[in-house]
Every structure is written in C-alpha cells, then in structure tokens.
C-alpha cells in the first residue's frame, strides 16, 4: 500500500473512533503531516506536526533532556519516547501522539545506518503516556525512500493502535 493509500486508511480510523493525532517528526521532516494533509477533511483529525529536526530544537520545543541527548543520542529509545510525551502535552486537543527520529545516511555512525525510533503516546485520564517506543531497521537504502519508508511505519503503528 502506498503513502497516500496509508494516509486515507488512518483517516479512516481517525474519523471512526473521533480522535485526533499529532506528529514529531525528526527524520521525516514532516513528510507524515504532509501525506496526511492530501486528505479532504483530515484537518478535523490532525492537529499538526512539530518538525524538529535539531538538537536543540528538540530540546526547545518537545522538551526532550539535553543529558539524554548527550548519553543515548538523538537516535535512541529514551529521545523517541521524550518527543512523543513532548509533543502531547504542547497539543492538548490530541489523543494520540507519535514520534520518528533515525538516521538515514549516508553518513551515520557505525550501526545506526537506516535506523529509526518510532514512540506512540496516548492521552489518559492520568496525563500522557507512552504506549510503545519500537527501533526499526529500514530495508530501503536512498534517502528519500527510506523517509517514505520511515512515515509508511509510523502511519502503520498508529493505525495499529487505533484499531487496537
């Protein structure tokens, strides 16, 4: 199933359990929020997307620790897991948050090639959180397949957590 088809499908689900999403995207760049946005009434489901490609930029606006960032990287479980949490709480009208951060080359570090986090987070009556933080190994090796790759996984696991 391509992107666009994806998209429809977590409309779709959106519309049929009345929740809304919202998106941090590292190494996306905000390729999920815009598939989505191809969608005719998708703005009634999607709150946004905060594209925060940087450091510090994920520190400034998702709250994520810079000691963290130090010890496990920007790539990594606790970062993942700090965006989704992050991006929750600054979009109060949203459900359901995920966040994607990866490499993907050419000039990753040994072992981190074509490898992404994808955290998903749910708003609870006891505030945010994490439903599952997931590290994936993409199988495309072009940089910009391997972004489509990375937003067809996150589109899928949100999916999967809508459809529970």
């Not at 760049?29 to 191809?38: N, R």
């Not at 090639?113 to 599952?132: E, F, K, M, N, W």
Request: net charge negative.
């Amino acid at each position: 199933m391509n992107l666009s088809a994806q998209a429809a499908r977590l409309f779709e689900r959106l519309v049929e359990h009345n929740e809304r999403v919202v998106f941090a995207e590292s190494c996306t760049a905000g390729l999920i929020a815009a598939t989505l946005a191809e969608v005719p009434g998708v703005s009634e489901f999607l709150c946004g997307s905060a594209v925060t490609y940087r450091e510090a930029t994920k520190q400034a606006w998702l709250g994520v620790s810079a000691d963290d960032l130090a010890k496990h990287t920007a790539v990594s479980e606790p970062v993942a897991q700090q965006m989704a949490l992050g991006v929750l709480a600054q979009t109060p009208e949203a459900h359901i948050a995920a966040s994607v951060t990866g490499h993907l080359g050419p000039s990753a570090p040994p072992g981190f090639d074509g490898v992404v986090y994808i955290a998903l987070a749910r708003r609870t009556s006891a505030g945010p959180t994490i439903v599952s933080v997931t590290r994936h190994q993409l199988r495309e090796t072009m940089r910009r397949e391997r972004q489509q790759e990375a937003a067809s996984m996150v589109i899928r696991l949100v999916v999967e957590l809508l459809d529970g």
